[in-house]
């Protein structure tokens, strides 16, 4: 391509932090529940790149064409990419599309075709960068141009931003379920690309804790200690169910920990979903690991249950003996009823 900007280029990165920054230089954004994608486009060559930098034009094919179908030939965006599923967006959609079967894509592109929600313009219609631009004018620019370009573009929408803190408040009380939380920008700031320099670009999400049976264990990959806690949730049968794991243990706890859960070990560990072979949701061995009775039941903090399982690894934050077991049911995780994250997109 002939853009000013590579399509190694990478997107600005945001710090995590614990609560909203307030003030008028700030502005605000709902944050996306998908995919981070740079969309490039060159006459009839379009590209699209994932934050980590790998290609994603083979697995979203109808992003590819609707990014294609934008009147102006020559443009960067920065947005993400999402599958609404009814009314709300799905995470699991997207990650069954990472698959190596063309032929799946393409069904699958078109049963629960993605959107790309778009937040940032890099290059305009003229082939201009607009990276060392200040995000005031940069967002002036890209309204301008998804006026002018998005129109009856079914595959494309524009990311409302908002510069009143009430509105990131109102976000990030429905994330969780529909939003992955909220993101603040410097309207001040240029676009940093990259991870070095995020103090113009932070993010808020909102977490979550749950009490859980461990009804597992697998030892680490070197020593025998423990790796990784093994998590349970009772269903309405009153069956346990495997829905995660917690790791990031330090070395002290794991010395003092293996003695104690060594001496639990007892089959089954879960009476319902066990843990199985290797999975999409973690890197880590699975199909080795001890059970457990269930007696002990911990506190964790969690951002996202999505599948039935917890997306990430969860942060131990307490032992709960004062917890029964039994009372560690799914409903602690059940998503309430909340406005569709659609109707921010119009």
């Not at 945001?14 to 994608?37: H, M, N, S, T």
């Not at 034009?57 to 030939?73: G, I, N, Q, T, W």
């Not at 690894?313 to 307490?318: E, I, K, N, Q, S």
Request: aromatic letters at 8%; charged letters at 25%.
């Amino acid at each position: 391509m002939a853009l000013p900007l590579p399509i190694s280029y990478p997107p600005m990165e945001a710090l995590l932090v614990p609560e909203i920054p307030e003030g008028p230089q700030w502005q605000y954004e709902p944050k996306w529940d998908g995919f981070r994608c740079l969309a490039f486009r060159d006459g009839e060559s379009v590209a699209l790149q994932s934050k980590s930098g790998q290609p994603l034009a083979r697995y979203f094919p109808e992003v590819v064409a609707a990014v294609r179908s934008v009147p102006a030939d020559c443009f960067v965006l920065d947005g993400e990419i999402v599958i609404p599923v009814g009314k709300d967006l799905s995470f699991d959609d997207l990650l069954q599309r990472i698959h190596p079967a063309e032929s799946r894509i393409r069904k699958l592109a078109a049963e629960l075709p993605a959107l790309l929600v778009v937040f940032d313009l890099l290059v305009d219609d003229a082939g201009e960068p607009l990276v060392d631009m200040d995000l005031a004018k940069r967002r002036e620019r890209l309204e301008e141009f998804a006026r002018k370009q998005f129109a009856g573009n079914g595959g494309i929408r524009l990311s409302p931003a908002a510069r009143d803190v009430d509105s990131a408040r109102k976000w990030l009380s429905s994330a969780g379920g529909t939003l992955d939380g909220i993101v603040a920008k410097r309207r001040d700031f240029t676009y940093a690309a990259g991870s070095g320099v995020r103090t113009g670009m932070q993010k808020v999400k909102l977490l979550r804790t749950a009490d859980c049976v461990v009804g597992g264990f697998r030892y680490a990959s070197k020593g025998r200690v423990v790796g990784s806690l093994l998590l349970g949730l009772y269903d309405e049968e009153g069956k346990l169910d495997h829905v995660g794991f917690c790791s990031g243990l330090t070395a002290r706890v794991r010395e003092e920990l293996t003695p104690r859960l060594e001496g639990l070990v007892e089959p089954p560990g879960f009476t319902g979903n066990a843990p199985g072979g290797p999975s999409r949701w973690s890197t880590e061995r699975s199909g080795d690991w001890q059970p457990l009775a269930g007696k002990l039941v911990v506190e964790v903090q969690y951002d996202h249950f999505t599948g039935g399982r917890f997306r990430h690894g969860t942060r131990l934050l307490r032992w709960r003996p004062d917890k029964a077991p039994r009372q560690c049911t799914r409903d602690q995780v059940a998503r309430p009823r909340r406005k569709s994250p659609l109707a921010l997109l119009g």
